[in-house]
């Protein structure tokens, strides 16, 4: 039986630890955090839950090191903190006295100093100590190993974590504002440079959640990042909602103005400003990771790692490095001693299998930038998973379909619809559809009976997977998924000339290309949520010879 003193145990991340640990049988659980009454509640909940754990309670504070190396622990798992200055005097006890430490330590300059404070002390006492295993680096970079396996080089790495809009606990308050305005040091354009923490407002992609506002942070990727990288290696928050997010930048600006030190003493005046917010903001978290290089053969290669927690199962995900830390030394799969930062402890697989039972999904999509075809680029390698007649048709090659096609959307919105773009009426009609590529693009021409309009796809430039459909000045924007049959066109967004529109203003369109009885096949529906069906056509199509 091994005793795991878990500190920290009520908090916001040690309790969604304790959960899974309590399901071990093999340990006796120590919880300890400095509330008596919290630690009641929280073993009683979990025992009730069916622990398989020894469960115990311990009131004791991590500024004294003597209460926590008097538990006797063979592994001290620190999920409370603070690691915002380098302080060790609770790890080198913990592991003076023999046992193992792990730690959630998500501060750069506390991870920086960890190893060569404490590596000679744990080798010499055969304990391994791992600091800042929780989501970066530990995730990030086990994430960043998986999807550049085999490449010759990197050129460009980047995480981003977005949690899901929560109630906000004034410590991760503090640690914002501490850090919004404040210069950090950060690798781009092949160089250290100083950029300030929380700026550089922009939009970033998490396959599963789409574009979030995010900015720049200070986490420990920004030292592990360009290990890997060898132009560019950055991190990225995004705070649900934008708004909140939009309202932090902002205040950033007079620490970068240097007109404010530092905006931590707002902290206790803006945490419920932040709670007031979170109603606002969508209730699904997820990560990120993005890479640029050259695979083995030297062709340019792009991939991303994505991950998205449903169901408030968000809180799980920082402390599943540590667990997985935990289960290896368990089991006996790490024998590693010494200090060292959580990178390359354990595998992604390692990771993820600790939130197995969460609703929690992945997802890996690589891309060849230098391929010809909009939708072998934008499928990336999913685009060879198709039948060959649909990579026919969308392979980047002139082509020309002909058959029959079905129209069927009826009322005064399909038939204002039907005036503006020349569609025939509802009915069956001979079908022509050529696909031009133009270099930069495709233009596709579609005649439906007497009827013929055309549109124009390009690929979105700094969005590797998404692709755009133009209509004069009405523009929607696409991901699209393959599956062994064909691909679905997913509408992600939509504007008015530069004019971004919110999706409920204007028309949703539902695509899909596919293959059945050996015949390339199609169906579009484009709806209005004031309008109706204002399109809807289905039809098969031979593709006729060069």
Wanted: aromatic share 8%; charged share 20%.
């Amino acid at each position: 039986m091994r005793r795991v003193v878990l500190v920290g145990a009520t908090g916001v991340f040690g309790a969604r630890l304790a959960e899974r640990l309590a399901g071990w049988p093999k340990l006796e659980l120590v919880l300890v955090a400095r509330r008596i009454e919290q630690l009641e509640a929280l073993r009683d909940r979990l025992v009730d839950a069916g622990a398989t754990a020894e469960i115990a309670i311990a009131r004791a504070d991590r500024s004294r090191p003597a209460e926590i190396v008097a538990l006797a622990p063979w592994a001290v798992i620190d999920a409370a903190g603070p690691f915002g200055v380098p302080d060790f005097d609770l790890p080198q006890a913990v592991v003076e006295a023999g046992a193992h430490w792990i730690d959630l330590a998500d501060s750069r300059a506390y991870v920086a100093a960890f190893g060569p404070a404490l590596d000679e002390l744990a080798r010499r006492n055969g304990v391994l100590a791992a600091a800042c295993a929780s989501s970066s680096p530990a995730i990030t970079q086990a994430a960043l190993a998986r999807i550049t396996e085999g490449w010759r080089s990197v050129t460009k790495a980047s995480s981003v974590v977005s949690p899901a809009a929560q109630s906000t606990g004034l410590s991760l308050v503090q640690t914002v504002l501490a850090q919004a305005g404040q210069p950090v040091s950060c690798f781009t354009g092949g160089a250290w440079v100083r950029r300030p923490a929380w700026g550089g407002l922009r939009r970033i992609r998490i396959a599963g959640l789409g574009r979030r506002l995010a900015v720049l942070a200070e986490t420990p990727d920004l030292d592990f990042l360009p290990l890997t990288a060898r132009e560019e290696g950055l991190f990225f928050a995004a705070i649900e909602p934008p708004l909140l997010m939009a309202l932090i930048w902002l205040a950033a600006w007079p620490v970068r103005l240097r007109l404010a030190p530092t905006l931590r003493p707002l902290a206790g005046m803006l945490r419920p400003l932040a709670d007031l917010f979170t109603p606002l903001g969508s209730h699904r978290g997820g990560m990120a990771v993005f890479a640029e290089g050259e695979d083995a053969a030297g062709a340019s290669r792009q991939a991303r790692w994505s991950l998205v927690a449903e169901r408030g199962a968000g809180p799980a995900i920082p402390s599943s490095p540590a667990s997985a830390v935990l289960r290896a030394l368990v089991d006996g799969r790490l024998t590693q001693t010494g200090a060292a930062p959580c990178v390359g402890l354990v595998s992604l697989d390692d990771i993820l299998a600790e939130l197995a039972p969460l609703p929690i999904s992945t997802r890996i999509e690589a891309w060849s930038p230098d391929r010809g075809g909009l939708f072998a680029r934008a499928l990336g390698d999913g685009f060879e998973r198709l039948p060959a007649i649909v990579r026919r048709v969308h392979g980047g090659e002139p082509a020309t379909t002909t058959g029959r096609a079905v129209s069927s959307a009826r009322g005064f919105g399909a038939l204002m619809t039907r005036l503006v773009l020349g569609l025939p009426r509802p009915g069956r009609h001979v079908a022509r559809v050529e696909i031009a590529p133009d270099g930069t693009g495709e233009v596709w021409t579609r005649r439906f009976g007497r009827g013929r309009f055309s549109s124009r796809l390009v690929t979105v430039e700094d969005d590797p997977g998404r692709f755009e459909e133009r209509f004069g000045l009405a523009t929607f924007r696409f991901s699209a998924i393959a599956d062994a049959r064909g691909f679905d066109w997913i509408q992600e967004g939509w504007r008015i000339g530069p004019l971004p529109l919110p999706g409920w203003l204007g028309p949703r369109i539902r695509a899909r290309c596919f293959e059945r009885d050996g015949t390339y096949r199609f169906r579009v529906v484009v709806a209005h949520p004031w309008l109706g069906v204002l399109l809807a056509y289905a039809g098969r199509l031979n593709v006729n010879s060069p």
